[in-house]
């Protein structure tokens, strides 16, 4: 045989060999591509037990797992962790780790880390543990972590306090993308999550007391369902937004209601055109009539006791007129309840703080103000 033809033999065979190896060779290095930030560790455990950061602590239950963009670790409990059985928080990794049954407190915020209503959230992190200890904060958000400021300022308060969970709403566990939604129905999202015990409502503008933590132990020991308060003479509605909390014990006939939440709001209102109060009317509308059916809430109200169903007096009493739940004092300075007020329209009345709080049907007379109403 010829050299030349020796030599068309083997660029024929190369080229047989070449037309079945190099897709495979195509589909390995498109794999490696797609695959190479993939994370093939459990889905929710921060560090296999037998990583260096888990031993590197003296008790063995306790591991180490790295805040995610943010340049500090947290300890937790495997015990804990392993109790979630697969569960999933509707919040995040960093809420998933802390296990079952947690106690939170949960908030809205919406917009940049450098508004001040971001300052509430360290503002009432920092009473957490004395007013509600053992209670986790979940911020449920909209933030931009790829924007390196925005990153940071989340980070400081990540890396400082071990109590809060960061919930990005663009990508919630179970629920999906709700940063399209009415931004206050998103701290709504702890009603019926399987990691959950028992869960309040507030407001970042608020900062958690001590007369609505003797109204939320009233509640535990009442083994009521539901917990809603009213406190000024402007709070008339059935629940309030930011001063109600539940206990996720039937959440096979709540979890619907929670789904109902966020579809009404979605079907009913479009986004950017959300009018003021819309998450209490959402509330109003599908939370309520359920709660009336199962008569499962207890509320703690001060001045509209005889407008509403289910209600008692707050058992502690005002420190000063300006100390009422849900006061913007955050931000919004002299807001107070006068002690003194007009005939009532009734004929009962609740003693609650300093003087008598005098049960209203109308209501504006009673609010003294210096500043300016939220």
């Given at each position: 045989?010829?050299?030349?033809?020796?030599?068309?033999?083997?660029?024929?065979?190369?080229?047989?060999?070449?037309?079945?190896?190099?897709?495979?060779?195509?589909?390995?290095?498109?794999?490696?591509?797609?695959?190479?930030?993939?994370?093939?560790?459990?889905?929710?455990?921060?560090?296999?037990?037998?990583?260096?950061?888990?031993?590197?602590?003296?008790?063995?239950?306790?591991?180490?797992?790295?805040?995610?963009?943010?340049?500090?670790?947290?300890?937790?409990?495997?015990?804990?962790?392993?109790?979630?059985?697969?569960?999933?928080?509707?919040?995040?990794?960093?809420?998933?780790?802390?296990?079952?049954?947690?106690?939170?407190?949960?908030?809205?915020?919406?917009?940049?880390?450098?508004?001040?209503?971001?300052?509430?959230?360290?503002?009432?992190?920092?009473?957490?543990?004395?007013?509600?200890?053992?209670?986790?904060?979940?911020?449920?958000?909209?933030?931009?972590?790829?924007?390196?400021?925005?990153?940071?300022?989340?980070?400081?308060?990540?890396?400082?306090?071990?109590?809060?969970?960061?919930?990005?709403?663009?990508?919630?566990?179970?629920?999906?993308?709700?940063?399209?939604?009415?931004?206050?129905?998103?701290?709504?999202?702890?009603?019926?999550?399987?990691?959950?015990?028992?869960?309040?409502?507030?407001?970042?503008?608020?900062?958690?007391?001590?007369?609505?933590?003797?109204?939320?132990?009233?509640?535990?020991?009442?083994?009521?369902?539901?917990?809603?308060?009213?406190?000024?003479?402007?709070?008339?509605?059935?629940?309030?937004?930011?001063?109600?909390g539940g206990w996720n014990r039937y959440n096979s006939i709540y979890k619907p209601?929670?789904?109902?939440?966020?579809?009404?709001?979605?079907?009913?209102?479009k986004p950017c055109v959300f009018p003021q109060g819309l998450d209490q009317d959402?509330?109003?509308?599908?939370?309520?009539?359920?709660?009336?059916?199962?008569?499962?809430?207890?509320?703690?109200?001060?001045?509209?006791?005889?407008?509403?169903?289910?209600?008692?007096?707050?058992?502690?009493?005002?420190?000063?007129?300006?100390?009422?739940?849900?006061?913007?004092?955050?931000?919004?300075?002299?807001?107070?309840?006068?002690?003194?007020?007009?005939?009532?329209?009734?004929?009962?009345?609740?003693?609650?703080?300093?003087?008598?709080?005098?049960?209203?049907?109308?209501?504006?007379?009673?609010?003294?103000?210096?500043?300016?109403?939220?």
């Open positions: 045989m010829s050299p030349l033809r020796h030599l068309q033999l083997i660029c024929h065979h190369v080229w047989r060999r070449a037309n079945i190896l190099l897709p495979a060779l195509l589909i390995t290095v498109l794999l490696m591509v797609l695959l190479q930030d993939y994370d093939f560790r459990q889905p929710a455990m921060p560090h296999s037990p037998d990583s260096e950061r888990d031993t590197a602590t003296s008790n063995p239950d306790i591991g180490v797992y790295e805040l995610r963009g943010c340049n500090c670790s947290r300890k937790y409990s495997k015990s804990a962790y392993r109790t979630l059985n697969g569960t999933r928080s509707n919040c995040g990794i960093t809420a998933d780790i802390r296990g079952a049954k947690q106690n939170v407190i949960s908030f809205s915020f919406y917009g940049i880390a450098s508004s001040v209503f971001f300052r509430g959230i360290e503002a009432n992190l920092a009473k957490v543990p004395e007013i509600y200890p053992g209670w986790v904060v979940r911020v449920y958000n909209d933030i931009n972590m790829s924007e390196p400021r925005q990153r940071e300022l989340v980070c400081d308060v990540q890396c400082r306090y071990d109590n809060v969970d960061f919930c990005d709403v663009h990508d919630l566990p179970g629920l999906g993308d709700l940063s399209k939604k009415f931004g206050m129905i998103w701290r709504f999202m702890p009603l019926a999550d399987g990691t959950v015990e028992r869960f309040i409502v507030r407001d970042l503008d608020s900062l958690i007391g001590w007369r609505e933590r003797a109204a939320v132990d009233d509640w535990i020991a009442s083994n009521r369902t539901f917990h809603a308060m009213r406190d000024a003479p402007a709070h008339g509605t059935e629940i309030l937004g930011g001063m109600w209601a929670r789904d109902r939440i966020i579809k009404v709001t979605q079907q009913r209102y959402v509330l109003t509308a599908v939370l309520w009539p359920l709660i009336q059916q199962h008569r499962d809430l207890i509320s703690h109200d001060s001045y509209l006791c005889l407008h509403y169903p289910m209600t008692k007096p707050f058992p502690k009493q005002r420190e000063s007129p300006f100390d009422f739940v849900g006061s913007p004092s955050l931000f919004v300075k002299g807001i107070r309840l006068k002690s003194i007020v007009r005939a009532p329209v009734g004929p009962q009345s609740t003693r609650t703080g300093n003087g008598v709080d005098l049960v209203l049907r109308k209501t504006r007379s009673v609010i003294g103000v210096k500043g300016t109403l939220p």
